[in-house]
């Protein structure tokens, strides 16, 4: 645990969240939990979640389209992050017709929810983390 990060977190509050007044497991609670307003791109989404995306009516219908979405289900995982990838998934199904609600689910994919713990590089905090930041032991 980097308790010098917890602490300074803990201490300065930069997003005024509260700790002070906080238990310790209370202040764990709040570190820990995800919240809609933290994200942070995906750079290695499993291809699983990318096909799982995929309604079967979007099926790309030419094959060159087929190919670009077989050539993506061939990588171990993908790159949300990358635009040129958005690109060539907005390609493969675009936002209209028969294939725009799996373009906006393959577009969700891209950023996932985090906690403040995670954006602040921790692991997951515990009470007794809080407790030893607060005290200044480590």
Do not use: C, H
């Amino acid at each position: 645990m980097n308790y010098s990060g917890l602490r300074a977190e803990l201490t300065t509050d930069p997003l005024a969240i509260g700790y002070a007044p906080l238990s310790d497991q209370a202040a764990a609670d709040k570190l820990n939990a995800a919240n809609t307003g933290r994200t942070r791109q995906r750079t290695a989404v499993p291809v699983q979640e990318v096909f799982s995306a995929v309604d079967n009516a979007a099926w790309p219908s030419t094959a060159a389209l087929q190919d670009k979405w077989r050539g993506i289900l061939s990588m171990p995982a993908v790159d949300a992050s990358n635009a040129n990838t958005r690109g060539i998934l907005g390609s493969i199904f675009p936002n209209s017709g028969g294939t725009a609600a799996t373009n906006t689910r393959l577009l969700a994919l891209a950023t996932e929810t985090i906690s403040r713990a995670t954006e602040l590089g921790l692991e997951a905090v515990a009470a007794v983390d809080v407790a030893r930041a607060r005290a200044g032991e480590w």
